[in-house]
C-alpha cells in the first residue's frame, strides 16, 4: 500500500480490509414483496423530494437504467403509475402534509 494512502486512511478503519469472499459486510440487494411496492416507492419519492430533487428528477431515476431498484419498480408498475405516484406526493409535499403541518383526516 502506498505510503501517501495510508496517511490518509486511519489504521483499523477498514478501509484497505482485504477481500473476502464471505464478507459480513458486503452489501446485498433483497427483493420487496409486491404488498409493499407501493410503501417502497412512495418512500423513495419523499427521501428524494427531502433531499431537494424536483419531481421531473425522480421521474428520471425511475426511468433510468443505471439506477437499479428505481428501474426495476418502472418496469413492473409502469410510466403512468409511477408519474401518478410522484404527483400525489408532491402534491401534498406543497400542501405542508409531509412537513406534518396540515391535519389528518
Known sequence: MPSEYQAIVPPGSGAAKEFEPDDPMELVGVPIPETETQ???????????????????????????????THAIFRQKGDAYIRERIRSISEQWRQGWIRGEAQNG
Open 39 to 69: 410503501r417502497v416507492v412512495d418512500d423513495i419519492i419523499v427521501e428524494y423530494l427531502f433531499m431537494g430533487w424536483t419531481p421531473r428528477q425522480v421521474l428520471f431515476m425511475f426511468r433510468s437504467p443505471y439506477y437499479g431498484a
